[in-house]
């Protein structure tokens, strides 16, 4: 069976989820309270971005150095190369930011496709959401829709993520590597996960189910 790969980017590519890192840099005020109130779903994506960088004190290039410093998982590299050498498609999906994805990935010379929402900055940064689900209207970027529309006939589904904007995705997953807010929402909603600390673990979980057979 054919497999394909989601990926989440923050805090599962990256060791460190790249908007928490901007809004901990540049965010003043009460931006702790807003991003309380998307993670109970009751804002929007777009809404919370919007309302935190009206927050933000930098500029385009604080951003870029900022990103500069962010680190990615150690063993996904090699994870792209297991995936490549056996003709896995592989997808990032995000609810973050498309300046983010392409700064990190072209520092570390990696290329790959993925969807995100869309970081302007002009008189000061918003973001632009293309890939909504209007029956939900909380992500900017649904992961659900995309994995319906990429993962092709006969499938098999993997999903990675960690965080909240992967619970939905997750659930229509044949496969689920989880960490974080991720694993214990599908814990607690009895979804089969597989608990993984590092890209290095999910290579070893595959080779092990190929010694089994």
């Known amino acids: 069976m054919e497999k394909v790969f989601f990926v989440d ?34 804002i929007s994506t777009e809404e919370c971005a919007n309302m ?3 927050l933000f004190r930098a500029g385009i290039e604080d951003i ?29 999906l995000s609810d973050g930011y498309d300046f983010c994805i392409e700064t990190v990935f072209k520092k570390h010379g990696i290329e790959l496709p993925y969807y995100a929402n869309k970081m302007v900055y002009g008189n000061g940064f918003k973001i632009e ?3 909504p689900n209007p029956a939900c ?13 990429l993962k092709g006939d006969g499938s098999q589904v993997i999903y990675i993520g960690d965080g909240y904007s ?24 009895g979804k089969k996960a597989i608990y993984y600390n590092n890209f290095g673990d999910i290579i070893n979980y595959f080779f092990q189910i190929k010694k089994s057979l």
């Open 64 to 92: 870029r150095k900022l990103l500069d410093g962010i680190e990615i998982d150690g063993h996904f590299k090699d994870f792209l190369s297991f995936c490549r050498e056996r003709g896995y498609k592989i997808y990032i």
């Open 52 to 54: 935190i960088f009206r």
């Open 9 to 42: 980017f923050d805090g599962t590519v990256t060791k460190k989820d790249t908007c928490v890192a901007m809004i901990e840099a540049f965010a003043g005020g009460n931006w702790r309270e807003i991003n309380e109130a998307w993670e109970r779903k009751e």
């Open 129 to 131: 959401c293309f890939r």
């Open 137 to 149: 209207g909380i992500c900017g970027t649904c992961k659900t829709k995309l994995i319906e529309e």
């Open 166 to 189: 992967d619970t939905c995705p997750a659930m229509k997953a044949d496969v689920v590597f989880a960490k974080g807010v991720l694993y214990r929402h599908c814990r607690e909603n």
